[in-house]
C-alpha cells in the first residue's frame, strides 16, 4: 500500500507545508505524518480538513510519496517541486535553504 | 499618455481599501477561504505551486517611467527581486505574502496601476499593439480606445459574471502584433469605403484546450458606435454562453455551437436596442480620448544619423542589435527598440528589480517616459532618436538587456509552468532555456531567420502554443513530462493554429526534434522563405518525416 501525507498552502505566505505527528504544519515534508493505507490516509486527510484549520493553511491534500534515502519523496514531480522551489531558480524556495 | 481623473483615482483606492479588510478578515477567520477565494481573484491574487502570486495589470501594455521603476520596487519590497511579464502584458510576482498584498496595491494605486481585470469571469485587460502610437504601419494610435473600452468594462456591473473570463485585443495597423484573431473580441482598424476609419470586429477566437480562429461579426463598425456594439455582444454571450461546463463556457464555443451568422443577429437585434442610447460616443468624447495619447515633442530631424552609421559600422554587436530589435518609427530621425527578456538560456519574461528600474530611467533618457510591454514578453522603448540607440544599447547590454534576438527562434514566449503554475502539467521554463541555448549562436539565428517557438506547460495555453510556428505544450504522461509539437500556427493577420505532428517526445528528445525540424526547413527551404511559409508551401509530411521517419 502507497504512503501519503497532506500538503496544503500556508495561508498567512502561501508557503508549502506538510501536517506533522502532532497536528501543525512543517515546511520540510520529513516532518510529515505519514499515512500507510486508505483509512488512515482519510483519517488524516480529515484531520486537516477541520473547519477551524481554515485560518491555518489552504486548499489541504493527500499526495503519494515514497521512503528514499532516510527521507521522505513525493511521486509526483509536481509535488517535488512543492518540496524544493522551482527548477529553474534554484536560489529560490526550500532548495535554498 | 493616459492620467487617472479624479474618478479613477477614487475607485482604484476604495478598491485597495475593500481589499484591504477582506484580506484582515480572512486572516482573523471571519471569513473562510470559500468566501474569500473570489475576492483576491478580483484583485489578482491566486494561489500558485510554491506560494501566492499577484498579476498586475498593464492596461494595453503602457508603462510610464515611473510606474515601470514603481513595479521594480515591489518586486524588492514584497517579492524576490523579480517579476515575470506575460503573454498578456501584464506582471506576475511570484512570492508576495498575503498581508502585504494590500500595500504593494496602495504602491500601485499610487502610480495610477492595480490588479483589476486580472482574473475571474470579466472582461480582462484590454491587449494591444505594443509600438501603438509610433509604428510606421499603423492606421492611428489603437490605445485611446484601448482606454475607452478600459472604462466601460472596469466593474461593468452587468458583465462582472460571465459565463467565463473574456478578452479583447485591438489593432490600428494592418500587420497584427496583437494576436487579435485569437481573443475573445478582436478589433482591427481599418477604413470603410467612405474613408472613415473604424473597426472590424472579430469574435470568438482562442486558445486554450479548443482553439479557434475568430470569425468577422461586423465588417465594419464606426468609432462612435464601437462601444454600443461591443456591449451587444457582450449581452448576448451572457445570456447564451454555456454556465453548465466550465471549458464550454467562452464564446468562441457558443459562437461555434451556433454559428457567426445566428450569432450575428442576435447581436444586430440587440444592438439595435441599444445603438442609439448612452454608449454612442460623440466625436467629441473620443476626441478628449485622443488628446490623451497626443504624441510626445518629437523633434524635426534627418530620417539619417551620421553618428548611428558609424556606430554600427564599428561595432558588430550594435549592428546585430538593430538589425534585429529596432524597428521603424512613424517619425523621421528615430526609432522603436526593443529590449529582450530573452537572453540565451535566460527564463523569458523575467526582469529583475533592478532591470526594471534601469528602462525606467532609460526611458526617461531616450523615450519619453514611455515603455510597452509586448505580449512576446519584451520591453519597448517606443520613441528612441536613431542618435541615441547605441548609448541606449550599450547601458541595456551593461544590464544583460541587450540581446539581439527579437524574432529568432531564441526570441521564444513560455508560460511559467509546472516551475510556479499550480495547473501546470509539464515544465515550459527550462525547455525553452535549453531550445535556447542549443539555437544560441547568432549567426545561425541570422540563417534561419524569423522562427516563432511558443511554449505552454498545459492545455490552457498561456504560451500560445497554437499560434507558434512550432508549438510545444508539455504534458504528463503517467508522471512524466512530455511534449507535444505543433506546427504552421500563427498569430498574425495571418492567424492559423497549428497542427499536431503526431505523438510527443520525452524531455530528453524533445530539443533534438525541434532541431532536426529546424534542419529540414533549411534544407528544403526556397530563396527568402520563413519557417512558416516553407511549411506552408510543403505541409506537414516533409516535417513529420524528420521527426517520426517510419514511427
Known amino acids: ?97 | 499618455m493616459y492620467r487617472y481623473d479624479d474618478f479613477d483615482r477614487q475607485l482604484v483606492q476604495e478598491r485597495t481599501e475593500q481589499f484591504r479588510e477582506q484580506v484582515k478578515r480572512r486572516l482573523a477567520g471571519d471569513i473562510t477561504e470559500e468566501q474569500f477565494r473570489p475576492l483576491r481573484l478580483m484583485n489578482g491574487v491566486y494561489l500558485q505551486l510554491h506560494a501566492y502570486m499577484l498579476r498586475v495589470a498593464i492596461p494595453y501594455g503602457t508603462l510610464r517611467a515611473d510606474q515601470l521603476r514603481e513595479l521594480g520596487s515591489i518586486a524588492r519590497k514584497y517579492d524576490k527581486g523579480y517579476g515575470h511579464f506575460t503573454t498578456r502584458q501584464n506582471i506576475q510576482y511570484n512570492w508576495p505574502k498575503l498581508d502585504e498584498i494590500p500595500d504593494a496595491l496602495l504602491d500601485l494605486a499610487n502610480v495610477e496601476m492595480h490588479a483589476i481585470q486580472t482574473s475571474g469571469n470579466c472582461i480582462r485587460n484590454t491587449t494591444t499593439d505594443q509600438y501603438a502610437g509610433a509604428a510606421a504601419d499603423e492606421i492611428e494610435d489603437p490605445r485611446p480606445y484601448c482606454e475607452l473600452i478600459r472604462q466601460w468594462s472596469t466593474f461593468h456591473p452587468e458583465f462582472t459574471y460571465l459565463p467565463r473570463k473574456f478578452k479583447i485585443a485591438v489593432t490600428g495597423s494592418p500587420n497584427d502584433r496583437a494576436a487579435v484573431k485569437v481573443h475573445d473580441i478582436g478589433l482591427r482598424m481599418h477604413q470603410n469605403e467612405a474613408g472613415e476609419t473604424g473597426f472590424e470586429v472579430i469574435v470568438g477566437g482562442g486558445l486554450g484546450r479548443t482553439p479557434f480562429v475568430g470569425k468577422t461579426i461586423r465588417d465594419f463598425i464606426g468609432k462612435n458606435d464601437l462601444f454600443s456594439y461591443l456591449e451587444a455582444i457582450l449581452r448576448v454571450y451572457n445570456r447564451f454562453g454555456r454556465r453548465d461546463n466550465k471549458y464550454k463556457a467562452r464564446i468562441k464555443i457558443l459562437v461555434h455551437e451556433e454559428g457567426i451568422d445566428k450569432i450575428r443577429d442576435l447581436v444586430e437585434e440587440e444592438w439595435a436596442q441599444i445603438r442609439d442610447g448612452s454608449l454612442r460616443v460623440s466625436d467629441e468624447e473620443i476626441a478628449h480620448y485622443i488628446a490623451q495619447f497626443t504624441p510626445p515633442a518629437f523633434e524635426t530631424l534627418s530620417d539619417d544619423d551620421a553618428d548611428f552609421e558609424v556606430h554600427k559600422a564599428a561595432n558588430r554587436r550594435f549592428f546585430n542589435w538593430v538589425r534585429s530589435n529596432v524597428i521603424e518609427h512613424k517619425q523621421p530621425g528615430y526609432a522603436i527598440a526593443n529590449v529582450s527578456l530573452k537572453p540565451i538560456g535566460g527564463i523569458p519574461g523575467d526582469a529583475t528589480d533592478s532591470q526594471m528600474e534601469l528602462v525606467a530611467d532609460l526611458s526617461e533618457k531616450y523615450s519619453f517616459g514611455d515603455v510597452r510591454v509586448t505580449h512576446e514578453q519584451n520591453l519597448v522603448l517606443p520613441h528612441v532618436k536613431k542618435a541615441d540607440l547605441f548609448a541606449l544599447w550599450t547601458a541595456l547590454d551593461a544590464a544583460g538587456l541587450g540581446t539581439a534576438n527579437l524574432g529568432y527562434v531564441t526570441d521564444i514566449i513560455s508560460c511559467p509552468g509546472l516551475d510556479y503554475c499550480a495547473l501546470a502539467t509539464a515544465r515550459s521554463i527550462p525547455l525553452s532555456q535549453r531550445i535556447s541555448e542549443r539555437f544560441g549562436d547568432l549567426d545561425r539565428q541570422h540563417d534561419i531567420g524569423e522562427l516563432k517557438i511558443k511554449i505552454s506547460g498545459c492545455i490552457n495555453a498561456c504560451g500560445h502554443h497554437h499560434v507558434g510556428h512550432i508549438g510545444i505544450l508539455g504534458l504528463d504522461k503517467r508522471g512524466k513530462e512530455f511534449y507535444q509539437i505543433t506546427l504552421g500556427g500563427d498569430a498574425s493577420e495571418n492567424a492559423e493554429i497549428g497542427k499536431i505532428a503526431g505523438a510527443g517526445f520525452s524531455e530528453a528528445e524533445v530539443v533534438d526534434a525541434i532541431e532536426s525540424l529546424v534542419t529540414k526547413y533549411i534544407d528544403i527551404r526556397e530563396s527568402g522563405e520563413r519557417f512558416i511559409d516553407t511549411y506552408r508551401r510543403v505541409g506537414m509530411d516533409p516535417f513529420k518525416e524528420v521527426l517520426y521517419g517510419d514511427r
Open chain 1, 1 to 97: 500500500m502507497s504512503l501519503q501525507v497532506v500538503t496544503a498552502n500556508r495561508l498567512g505566505d502561501g508557503l508549502v507545508v506538510f501536517l506533522t505527528a502532532d497536528g501543525g504544519w512543517s515546511e520540510n515534508i520529513n516532518d510529515s505524518r505519514v499515512a500507510d493505507g486508505k483509512d488512515a490516509a482519510e483519517a488524516i486527510l480529515a484531520q486537516a480538513s477541520a473547519p477551524e484549520l481554515d485560518v491555518v493553511i489552504v486548499g489541504p491534500y493527500l499526495i503519494d510519496v515514497e521512503q528514499q534515502d532516510g527521507g521522505l519523496v513525493p511521486t509526483k514531480y509536481r509535488e517535488v517541486l512543492r518540496t524544493k522551489g522551482p527548477s529553474v531558480r534554484e536560489d529560490l524556495g526550500y532548495q535554498a535553504v
